[in-house]
């Protein structure tokens, strides 16, 4: 574990974020005939990972970008963090997108400074915290090179770096491993996991990868239906996890036939 990253202790009595009657507006005539989200509600608990799976079109990336604040909701109800409608988005909720988003002209150093300047403390506690967490994702070797020198998993590293860096309460993550082999894929899964026993922060995963979710998450959720249903809500806590295990095996096969 890497001592001067913050630790954040969960409390078990409040949820990180509450999706209360949640109905997302589109523009356009006839917005809520075409939303995926209509009343739908749900709770995300604090210091966990929560997997979302569900077919293509369900509205997966449209409940992660309402948690980001990033999609506007129709007349009631909404998503509340910390006892507050979300409205906006907030820098204590950050959301990495499938693509990562990196300022080419930047050094890897300074792409994961990027919002330190907008967060307290001082300069040296500042430096301090940028250099442990490059240490904590594997690129202290790395922090001179700029994004077109890295490889795909660096650059990923990079751009959950420059998420955490900042201390978010949650961070939200739409398929970030998608365009990465297998290999690099579940190295990257391994370091999620990793960073999560250090920060305790609260994620939100979106993705296809069933086995992913599994191995990952403490919760898979799995969504359907239009308007958007919970077809599923399933813990696996389970550390270290087997992928080959029966009981894994037959919880994929189980996600599977219902997405399909």
């Known amino acids: 574990m890497v001592a001067d ?32 989200i209509v009343d739908f509600s749900l709770e995300i608990a604090l210091g966990e990972i929560t997997c979302l799976l569900g077919p293509s079109g369900c509205g997966k990336t449209t409940l992660l970008r309402a948690l980001g604040g990033f999609a506007r909701a129709k007349d ?20 990495i997108f499938q693509e990562n988003n990196l300022y080419p002209w930047l050094t890897v150093r300074r792409n994961v400074a990027f919002g330190l300047p907008y967060c307290e403390g001082t300069r040296e506690e500042k ?12 690129l202290e070797a790395a922090a001179d090179q700029y994004p077109r020198e890295l490889s795909g998993g660096m650059r990923q590293r990079t ?17 970030p491993f998608s ?38 998450g403490h919760r898979v959720i799995v969504l ?9 809500d399933e813990r696996t806590e389970a550390t270290p996890k087997d992928r080959y295990a029966p009981e894994t095996l037959a919880l994929q096969r189980r996600i599977e036939d219902l997405i399909e």
Do not use: C, Y
Request: glycine share 6%; aromatic share 4%.
């Open 127 to 138: 430096r301090v915290r940028l250099e442990a967490m490059l240490r904590h994702v594997g």
């Open 159 to 175: 751009a959950i770096a420059r998420a955490l860096v900042v201390n978010p309460k949650v961070l939200l993550l739409d398929e």
């Open 179 to 216: 365009a990465l082999d297998v290999a690099l894929r579940r190295r990257m899964q391994d370091l999620m996991r990793a960073i999560w026993e250090t920060t305790r922060t609260t994620f939100v995963m979106v993705t296809h990868n069933v086995e992913e979710a599994i191995m990952v």
């Open 5 to 36: 990253l913050t630790v954040l202790a969960p409390s078990p009595e409040e949820p990180a974020l509450k999706v209360d009657r949640l109905t997302v507006a589109f523009p356009g005539a006839g917005a809520a005939a075409r939303s995926p």
């Open 224 to 232: 359907g239906g239009r308007p958007m249903t919970v077809l599923l």
């Open 76 to 95: 009631t109800g909404g998503v509340l963090f910390q006892g507050q409608w979300l409205k906006e988005p907030t820098p204590d909720i950050v959301m």
